[in-house]
């Protein structure tokens, strides 16, 4: 028997839709999301043909890129869409607000914070700034503010009004507004805006390019030239730290390299607070001689400045066709290449900064401990990137003849990839146990990292090889709680529904492939699998390219008349039960409409294309 309707946001996200019948349903209402009932799909249409979130870019809308970029509000969200374009900002920044965007502000590091306090409580700070880090910190808040159904309507409203106050401005470059459109991209990545973040971050660094903060000023004099000069090149760092980070997928090329850089890296937070002027190296390593600041220490923002320089590189290499490299282990190899970068970046660390779970619980008592996430996730994820191409038997492949080199080369980057997810889920079990102050500190990076992690350990889990089959008690205690920590980010980043859901069509995927054998995927499909693993993000819609369709594949669409047969279930699902946020009731739907991508999207998802354009 046919289910009831479910919202475009619910079936997009494979999800149960609770609803009296008409919209919202519970979720959107609950998100701040427009809620849409889409007709019933005809056998020919793509399912890939559902509406986006709100302010999406949608395909064919080029000519629109302004409009889409503001987005009206939706009717369901009228009354509380936007604040009047005349409200003051600041009556919101309270206590808790300030606290919840200094947290995160290892992300965003341009801001003086004294000066920034200073400028709240005067009321003197640029309007359309001001909304845009509401619309972060905001989402952070343990209550929404006044008049605002959840913290995530509130952000969503203050980050609509601060992109409809700061594009009429990017004909006019100034450090404010390059400020408040990084603030803006921000915004719409962890909202899962994937594209729109990318047009801003691209307005941004142009913005940025156009009053020369990637250029090293004069040596300052003063503590206030020192503050000054420090904040200009940090917001050119945000720049380039944003650009190495989005970049990837079909597309999507950096625009800023190390040769761009001719700044120095930021300084530690105690000079910068303080306004006591010190010399940092270049990206390239190189000082200045210009003057005679002493030599400051590197900081967790500096080295996450050089470790997002390799992972941009990594990204690059990770979106190509390998088939003519030189095989992974010859040294000159570009994977041996990016892999020697990255570990002379974690020798050269220093040693308060490398990774250990005390460290990481010193650097939290310093208030320092998010940071230190944010920059080793960075690197964790840069292992997994170079490794998981070469995945032996990928996604159930049965794989030719290997020499002996292949097959030692295999087995030795599943440890590297094993040992990579393990750490990282270490490392978010730590961070659950600092509690939820921890946790609304955190920006979407680590919620990618911790995501990526899981969905490896899920595929080592099911398809271990037999030295590996004794770490299956630990995989599983940690695929839980990672998707428990997905679980808990998603109350502020609505990213992280997406990662969760595709972890639980994962799960369903890989016990059914376990219970049917080859009957459970195609050739076709497993074929396409192994090329979403090898040709990074080309199969996702990219934020700068059309959106493909898929008309042929019957996964994504079908008939109005058609109950899809429910294939047969494992006889044991070793996992399943364990995941909490699996409502089984749905298993039919799940595995009559298009599960068996649900690995595809894994292997193939980059920060910002997680399908949700």
Request: charged share 20%; net charge negative; proline share 7%.
């Amino acid at each position: 028997m046919k289910k009831s309707i479910a919202c475009a946001e619910c079936r997009s996200s494979k999800r149960k839709c609770i609803h009296a019948g008409s919209p919202p349903c519970d979720r959107c209402l609950q998100r701040g999301d427009e809620c849409v009932f889409p007709r019933k799909y005809g056998s020919r249409e793509p399912r890939r043909s559902i509406p986006s979130r709100p302010g999406a870019a949608t395909v064919g809308s080029a000519s629109d890129t302004r409009d889409s970029l503001v987005t009206a509000p939706s009717p369901l969200q009228a009354s509380y869409a936007s604040p009047p374009v005349d409200e003051s900002p600041f009556p919101y920044f309270t206590d808790e607000v300030k606290a919840c965007y200094v947290r995160c502000a290892y992300k965003w590091s341009f801001h003086h914070i004294p000066s920034l306090l200073v400028g709240l409580h005067e009321n003197s700070l640029d309007v359309a700034l001001c909304w845009a880090i509401l619309a972060l910190s905001v989402r952070f808040s343990p209550t929404p503010p006044n008049g605002y159904p959840t913290q995530i309507a509130a952000s969503n409203a203050f980050a609509s009004l601060a992109r409809s106050l700061v594009l009429p401005k990017v004909d006019e470059p100034c450090l404010h507004t390059t400020q408040t459109l990084l603030l803006i991209t921000g915004h719409s990545w962890g909202a899962g805006e994937g594209r729109r973040a990318w047009l801003f971050l691209g307005m941004a660094v142009r913005m940025a390019q156009a009053i020369g903060i990637f250029e090293e000023p004069a040596a300052a004099t003063s503590s206030a030239e020192f503050i000054a000069a420090e904040e200009r090149r940090r917001t050119a760092w945000t720049c380039f730290l944003m650009d190495s980070l989005l970049s990837g997928g079909k597309g999507r090329d950096r625009s800023l390299s190390a040769a761009h850089m001719h700044i120095q890296l930021p300084c530690d937070a105690e000079s910068f607070a303080f306004g006591e002027a010190v010399r940092l190296p270049r990206l390239d390593g190189s000082i200045s001689l210009a003057n005679n600041d002493p030599v400051g220490a590197m900081s967790i923002i500096a080295c996450t400045m050089q470790v997002a320089d390799i992972w941009g590189e990594v990204a690059k290499w990770a979106c190509q066709v390998h088939s003519e490299d030189p095989s992974p282990w010859n040294p000159n190899s570009k994977l041996q290449t990016l892999s020697s970068r990255l570990q002379k970046w974690k020798d050269d660390l220093p040693n308060r900064l490398r990774y250990d779970v005390s460290l990481l619980r010193a650097h939290t008592a310093a208030n320092q401990g998010q940071a230190y996430c944010y920059m080793h996730s960075i690197y964790y994820l840069s292992i997994i990137f170079l490794y998981r191409p070469y995945l032996p038997e990928v996604e159930m492949e049965q794989p030719g003849e290997r020499s002996p080199e292949w097959t030692s080369w295999s087995l030795w980057s599943r440890k590297e990839l094993i040992k990579a997810a393990e750490t990282v889920c270490e490392m978010m079990q730590e961070m659950r146990n600092m509690g939820l102050f921890f946790l609304r500190g955190l920006v979407p990076w680590v919620g990618f990292a911790v995501y990526t992690a899981v969905g490896t350990l899920l595929y080592f889990f099911h398809f271990p090889v037999l030295e590996e089959a004794t770490n299956s008690t630990s995989w599983q205690s940690y695929i839980v709680e990672g998707c428990q920590f997905l679980k808990d980010m998603r109350q502020a980043w609505p990213m992280a529904d997406t990662w969760r859901d595709t972890i639980q069509r994962m799960q369903v995927f890989y016990t059914t492939v376990k219970s049917r054998g080859d009957a459970a995927v195609t050739p076709t499909e497993r074929r396409a699998i192994r090329h979403a693993i090898i040709d990074y993000g080309a199969l996702q819609p990219s934020p700068v390219g059309e959106v493909e369709t898929y008309a042929d594949k019957e996964t994504y669409a079908t008939p109005e008349n058609e109950v899809p047969e429910k294939p047969q279930q494992p006889s044991q699902l070793p996992l399943m039960m364990d995941l909490d946020f699996l409502d089984r009731s749905d298993d039919d739907e799940l595995l009559g409409t298009g599960y068996n991508d649900a690995a595809q999207v894994f292997w193939e998802s980059f920060p910002g294309t997680t399908g949700l354009w």
